[in-house]
């Protein structure tokens, strides 16, 4: 039998990503940028509410999107065409990003000319949510269609985000949801999570999310004014 | 699919800790994993046996996991209970007023490596010795 020796070492599997996640940040910090990490399922309107955030945004924030996907670059084209900066991440069959991932695609954007970055993670409401990505703010859209449920089903990814949008309210008479009772749900993972209703198809509510974006780009920017 | 992930942080921090310690090789890594940690030990093996061939100082680690048994707490009647059989209702008062006090952990508690130098100075090699 070789001898050996046993060393300790007590350390979270995701305590490496959480020390590059503040690295992350403290570079953005200091940079002046503002990263959103948006998640939610595949088909919940990511791109669509995104093409409406940048529309309501572009005349007073230089915006840059970086779309991550397992593959194909039809969102990062998509988001082209509104005449954002946006560059393709592809995780290369990973169903999340990490902060080390993310710092790669930040240097890819290039944050010189960018005060909101917005990262939009893969569709999936389970892994993106254990990996902090660096971003000052999660936030996630949860569609109607999918069900007034879903924060009893993917609690973490509900408990870590600053925001939720409930998209797609125009299509509520035709599905059982409850926004009451997914607002109370949401509650329960999370008091402190804002709650905005929209529409990302009529551009309904989108004034609300984007006052929501506007207050805290600036209060990241300039803590001293708020 | 999440477990890929995981393997990449699990062999970051092991390389680090290796690497302060002037590790060249590991033989073993333990985990405890929450039963209700999410991640699944059989995919997480098939990603390690894959990751860990590609680090130099984990080629050929095995990786050893111990499970947490998952027990939510009662806040109405103060019962510990298992996670698994009952999940957020308490099976004594029926309350929705629980939570999980442990079965959630994904730590790396330690690794095995060999000894070398001091199997080299103390001890007289038995003849079983490799």
Redesign the interface.
């Known amino acids: 039998m070789e001898k050996v020796k046993i060393l300790e070492i007590k350390q979270s599997v995701f305590a490496s990503n959480d020390r590059e996640a503040d690295e992350v940040r403290r570079q953005l910090k200091e940079k002046g940028v503002f990263l959103l990490n948006l998640m939610s399922s595949p088909g919940s309107g990511k791109t669509t509410t995104l093409r409406r955030t940048i529309e309501a945004l572009k005349d007073e924030m230089r915006i840059g999107v970086m779309e991550a996907d397992i593959d194909s670059d039809v969102d990062a084209k998509a988001i082209a065409e509104t005449g954002a900066k946006s560059i393709q991440l592809h995780t290369g069959g990973m169903c999340h990003l990490d902060a080390d991932m993310t710092r790669q695609g930040l240097e890819g954007l290039g944050l010189e000319d960018v005060d909101l970055a917005i990262l939009e993670n893969v569709g999936n409401l389970v892994c993106p949510a254990e990996f902090d990505t660096g971003a000052v703010k999660n936030a996630m859209i949860l569609s109607v269609p999918e069900g007034h449920d879903k924060p009893l089903k993917y609690p973490l990814m509900f408990t870590v985000c600053d925001v939720v949008l409930v998209n797609k309210i125009d299509v509520m008479p035709y599905f059982d949801f409850d926004m009451e009772k997914c607002k109370e749900y949401i509650r329960m993972r999370n008091p402190e999570a804002k709650v905005i209703p929209i529409c990302a198809r009529t551009g309904e509510g989108i004034d609300q999310w984007a006052d929501w974006l506007r207050t805290q780009v600036a209060a990241w920017k300039n803590p001293d004014k708020q | ?2 477990e ?3 393997v ?3 062999i ?3 390389e ?2 290796g690497r302060q ?1 002037g ?1 060249k090789r590991v ?1 073993a890594v333990t ?1 405890e994993l929450g039963e209700v940690s ?1 991640v699944l030990e059989d995919y997480l093996q098939d990603c390690w046996n894959w990751a860990a061939a590609r680090s130099d100082m984990l080629r050929g680690a095995r990786l050893q996991v111990e499970t947490i048994p998952a027990k939510t707490l009662c806040e109405d009647c103060g019962l510990v209970y298992p996670t698994v059989a009952h999940g957020r209702t308490c099976p004594g008062c029926g309350s929705g007023h629980t939570h999980l006090i442990q079965g959630n952990e ?10 070398e130098e ?2 080299e100075s103390k ?1 007289t090699p038995s003849p ?3």
């Not at chain 2, 994904?106 to 000894?115: A, K, N, Y």
């Open positions: 699919m999440h890929l992930g995981i990449f942080h699990i970051r921090s092991v680090e800790v310690n590790v033989n985990l999410g994904t730590m790396i508690r330690d690794i095995t490596v060999p000894e001091e199997a001890e079983d010795t490799l």
